[in-house]
T-cell receptor, first 113, second 112 residues
């Protein structure tokens, strides 16, 4: 089946630094989603991307849908301690438009004050 | 909006016991999903419903797992009998057609 590979697996940064993470696939996705999961909670949708080449921002977060449709990037600018968590990329599979999601392994972000 | 509601939030049980996890999706959403999260396998889809009808249960690990959705506002995931390898966080999520999948807080299951 379709698999998503996220990198890096973990990041340790200082508060104020910018963060970049990416997600790649061997298959084409028509939608890319980025979720964040806080400890003890469910994933929360951060950004949804629908078109190849699309660049979308949500506050300090910016995500891009790769031109090849096989990758996506998430950037966080000026990180703060509450950015700590696990970031997942996800994409719909099986011919569904949205719901049957395949998730990447996640990027664990630690922000030192 | 209350969001997706799951109960219980934590469940500890002994091997062989029946476990029932419950979910109330967001009102108006016509899709409901059950996901499982483990360290080894990450987040994986178990089953999903559309308008209360199971559409794809190919992710259900084995016959010990069953899910029902008797109405638009309630779903259960049952494990009988439970085994230690079933220990995981189980998430319920919902969406409307073409919309974003929104997750509940999860149920952390520990099978001793």
């Amino acid at each position: 089946g379709q698999q998503l590979n996220q990198s890096p697996q973990s990041m340790f940064i200082q508060e104020g630094e910018d963060v970049s993470m990416n997600c790649t696939s061997s298959s084409i996705f028509n939608t890319w989603l980025w979720y964040k999961q806080d400890p003890g909670e469910g994933p929360v949708l951060l950004i949804a991307l629908y078109k190849a080449g699309e660049l979308t921002s949500n506050g300090r977060l910016t995500a891009q849908f790769g031109i090849t449709r096989k990758d996506s990037f998430l950037n966080i600018s000026a990180s703060i301690p509450s950015d700590v968590g696990i970031y997942f990329c996800a994409g719909p599979t099986g011919g569904t438009s949205y719901g049957k999601l395949t998730f990447g392994q996640g990027t664990i972000l630690t922000v030192h004050p | 909006d209350a969001g997706v509601i799951q109960s219980p939030r934590h469940e500890v049980t002994e091997m062989g016991q029946e476990v029932t996890l419950r979910c109330k999706p967001i009102s108006g959403h016509d899709y409901l999903f059950w996901y499982r999260q483990t360290m080894m396998r990450g987040l994986e889809l178990l089953i999903y419903f559309n308008n209360n009808v199971p559409i794809d249960d190919s992710g259900m690990p084995e016959d010990r797992f069953s899910a029902k959705m008797p109405n638009a506002s309630f779903s259960t995931l049952k494990i009988q009998p439970s085994e230690p390898r079933d220990s995981a966080v189980y998430f319920c999520a919902s969406s409307f057609s073409g919309g974003a999948v929104l997750f509940g807080p999860g149920t952390r299951l520990t099978v001793l």
